[in-house]
């Protein structure tokens, strides 16, 4: 399996602009994770999808922030507008349901609101 | 508030040493407690898990320690090398997973 794969790899854009980050789980995952990672506080969990549900949003910062999965293979995270304090690595991670399984990381999106 | 804090943000030690690293939890009762290790420019990737049940799990040159009572883990590398040089992350696993910030290990030959 190819893994998790995130798109795009690194986007510059300025504020205000709409920025839409892609993430193909790994076939056959039914989680989806996405992370935020940055010096000042660290892997923070934004979202989480089972069985393409969103389950817990409540690491979503706010109303600019908004992620869909709307089939097993594919999830978007959405930031209209965007913000300079936005810049950070966004992780995406897929896993089987339940606890106990590892979680699989992409390589991330390294995103710069200038 | 849930929290998860990992010791210290970097350690320093020299080659061949032990490297030990904490984990401690508060407002959290985890099912299982995992850790993870990431490479500068990387995401992060698994190493070992650990059940509340357990109190020890071995890997090679690893090993972690959970403490339920404590709310504590406790990740060590025996025979350290400067390729396990990077940052670890603890996680706990109660179907979402929540990770601490992280710990920067140099190990120095």
């Not at chain 2, 959290?28 to 509340?52: C, H, K, M, N, T």
Request: proline share 5%; glycine share 6%; with cysteine.
């Amino acid at each position: 399996d190819a893994g998790v794969i995130q798109s795009p790899r690194h986007e510059v854009t300025e504020m205000g602009q709409e920025v839409t980050l892609r993430c193909k789980p790994i076939s056959g995952h039914n989680s989806l994770f996405w992370y935020r990672q940055t010096m000042m506080r660290g892997l923070e969990l934004l979202i989480y999808f089972n069985n393409n549900v969103p389950i817990d949003d409540s690491g979503m910062p706010e109303d600019r922030f908004s992620a869909k999965m709307p089939n097993a293979s594919f999830s978007t995270l959405k930031i209209q507008p965007s913000e300079p304090r936005d810049s950070a690595v966004y992780f995406c991670a897929s896993s089987f349901s339940g606890s106990g399984n590892t979680i699989y990381f992409g390589e991330g999106s390294w995103l710069t609101v200038v | 508030s849930q929290k998860i804090e990992q010791n210290s943000e970097a350690l320093n030690i020299q080659e061949g040493k032990t490297a030990t690293l904490t984990c401690n939890y508060t407002n959290y009762s985890p099912a299982y407690l995992q850790w993870y290790r990431q490479d500068p420019g990387r995401g992060p990737v698994f190493l070992l898990l650990i059940r509340e049940n357990e109190k020890e799990k071995r890997k090679e040159r690893l090993k972690v320690t959970f403490d339920t009572t404590l709310k504590q883990s406790l990740f060590h590398i025996t025979a350290s090398q400067p390729a396990d040089s990077a940052t670890y992350l603890c996680a706990l696993d109660n179907n979402d997973m929540r990770f601490g910030a992280g710990t920067r290990l140099t190990v120095k030959p």
